[in-house]
């Protein structure tokens, strides 16, 4: 049996993409999970292929960019699981819009999904997790995080913003056994995002995101004991570090 079995997970942005993949991968660990997305066709379709490998889900359709409906769906999640093993704050919205063409409601919506929500959600498993003796947060972040790209305006000082989150709670989380990481993908991915967003030269060599996986199974039973915490990881090279797996 799998050393996850029976834990609960919560992962934003479940409905497609990386998100999608992840949902599978803990669904195949035995995770109970809380699956949140603001696609709502899609996250049920995504539901009932984690109940078809044998797996317990609560899926809740939410607009993560809405401050009180971020804050109730992450109750009604841990009402019905209990404190998370790990949190998964993936989900993301990336218009490529330059100074000029944005406006505020339109950044703020950007921003709030990636950055507010991260708080909202981390600040609601915080206590849970402290209770339970520990716990992972993990953020998807991305090369944005940490340098600029034209047109980002939005996305990428919310993927900053989310950096600068991850290195504070992982020094708040410390005594209590919660370790908070970031991770970018580190490898081109087929995703809806990729599909609108990369050049056709990435789009050459993407690979599924699926191979993605074994990194955020193991992100899912990290504390901050285990001495990882505070980092900024990339899954591709966990990944194939952890299934021994040679390049490409
Ligand atoms: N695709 C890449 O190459 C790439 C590169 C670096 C980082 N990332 C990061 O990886 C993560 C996953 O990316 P992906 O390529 O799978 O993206 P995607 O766009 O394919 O999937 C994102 C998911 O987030 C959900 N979402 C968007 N807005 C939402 C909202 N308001 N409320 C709730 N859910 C919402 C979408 O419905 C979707 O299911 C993101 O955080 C992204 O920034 C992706």
């Known amino acids: 049996m799998h050393p996850l079995n029976g834990h609960s997970a919560i992962v934003t942005g479940a ?3 990386l998100g999608y993949a992840i949902a599978m991968a803990y669904a195949r660990a035995g995770l109970r999970q ?14 009932a ?12 359709v939410v607009d993560l960019s809405d401050a ?6 992450v109750a009604q999640g841990l009402a019905q699981y209990g404190p998370p093993r790990v949190l998964v704050h993936n989900a993301a919205l990336l218009r ?18 990636i950055l507010q929500a991260a708080f909202i959600l981390s600040q609601a498993v915080w206590q849970p997790m402290i209770d339970a003796g520990g716990g992972s947060i993990v953020y998807l972040s991305s090369g944005s995080g940490i340098k600029g790209f034209l047109k980002e305006v939005a996305y990428c000082p ?3 913003g989310q950096e600068g989150l991850m290195k504070v709670l992982a020094l708040e989380g410390e005594p209590f056994n919660i370790a908070v990481n970031s991770i970018t993908p580190g490898a081109p991915i087929n995703t809806p995002m990729s599909a609108s967003n990369y050049p056709p030269e990435l789009k050459e060599r993407w690979i599924d995101p699926e191979r ?3 990194a955020f199974v193991h992100l899912a039973q990290l504390s901050a004991a285990d001495g990882i915490t505070g980092q900024r990881l990339n899954a591709w090279e966990l990944s194939q570090q952890l299934t021994g797996a040679g390049p490409g």
């Open 96 to 113: 490529e819009r330059s100074l000029l063409e944005i406006d505020l409601a339109g950044w703020q919506m950007e921003v709030n999904i």
């Open 49 to 60: 292929a984690v109940r078809a490998l044998g797996a317990e889900c609560l899926p809740l």
């Open 34 to 47: 809380v699956l949140l997305d603001v696609q709502a066709q899609r996250l049920h379709q995504v539901a």
């Open 15 to 17: 409905a497609q993409g």
């Open 158 to 160: 919310a993927k900053h």
């Open 212 to 214: 993605l996986t074994p």
């Open 68 to 73: 009180a409906a971020t804050g109730a769906a």
